[in-house]
T-cell receptor
Framework: AQTVTQSQPEMSVQEAETVTLSCTYD???????LFWYKQPPSRQMILVIRQEAYKQQNATENRFSVNFQKAAKSFSLKISDSQLGDAAMYFC???????????FGTGTRLQVTL | GAGVSQSPRYKVAKRGQDVALRCDPISGHVSLFWYQQALGQGPEFLTY????????KSGLPSDRFFAERPEGSVSTLKIQRTQQEDSAVYLCASSVTSGALIEQFFGPGTRLTVL
């Protein structure tokens, strides 16, 4: 079974600074996809960024980028120029190539301070 | 356009009561998912529909949990004889197709508290 591990329960970053959230996963599949979701206090999950495992190039979306290390099974999220609105729970998620469901980690709570 | 909606947003039930949670997916979305999110945890998969067909129910924790999507649109998650361990937020998500890279859009969830 696939597992997703987020070892940082909480992180804090100052506004305008950069922060990296860690995620590791375990799988025996060769075809899979990885995601970072943001869950603000309102609870509605929002997709931040996604990565196909077969792509070597790291995905980027504006201030959000990933460091995908396939051999190490690591998928970290970097948030640049942090903003107050970035404060939320961040979940790393895995989806197998033929699977329908997402498998989530336990989340990292990000605080953004002035 | 309208996103995924869920009702009720909050539900308090006495142990042993039956509850029904509703999900209205984005119009035209073929795939619909239910997840359970316990306090302080990430969401865990419960079940998946493609149109009206329930293709995966491997995550349902017991036979007290039942989901349906009879017309391929609205879905209902029913929990019979609720127990305290059923207390959680129940999230519904929909996607336009079932492709692995396709984004799942989540609803705001229903927080169920079983007393």
């Amino acid at each position: 079974a696939q597992t997703v591990t987020q070892s940082q329960p909480e992180m804090s970053v100052q506004e305008a600074e950069t922060v990296t959230l860690s995620c590791t996963y375990d799988t025996s599949e060769s075809d899979y996809y990885l995601f970072w979701y943001k869950q603000p206090p309102s609870r509605q999950m929002i997709l931040v960024i996604r990565q196909e495992a077969y792509k070597q190039q790291n995905a980027t979306e504006n201030r959000f980028s990933v460091n995908f290390q396939k051999a190490a099974k690591s998928f970290s999220l970097k948030i640049s120029d942090s903003q107050l609105g970035d404060a939320a729970m961040y979940f790393c998620a895995y989806r197998g190539g033929t699977a329908s469901k997402l498998t989530f980690g336990t989340g990292t709570r990000l605080q953004v301070t002035l | 356009g309208a996103g995924v909606s869920q009702s009720p947003r909050y539900k308090v039930a006495k142990r042993g009561q039956d509850v029904a949670l509703r999900c209205d997916p984005i119009s035209g979305h073929v795939s619909l998912f239910w997840y359970q999110q316990a306090l302080g945890q990430g969401p865990e998969f419960l079940t998946y529909f493609q149109n009206e067909a329930q293709l995966d129910k491997s995550g349902l924790p017991s036979d007290r949990f039942f989901a349906e999507r009879p017309e391929g649109s609205v879905s209902t998650l029913k929990i019979q004889r609720t127990q305290q361990e059923d207390s959680a937020v129940y999230l519904c998500a929909s996607s336009v197709t079932s492709g692995a890279l396709i984004e799942q859009f989540f609803g705001p969830g229903t927080r169920l508290t079983v007393l």
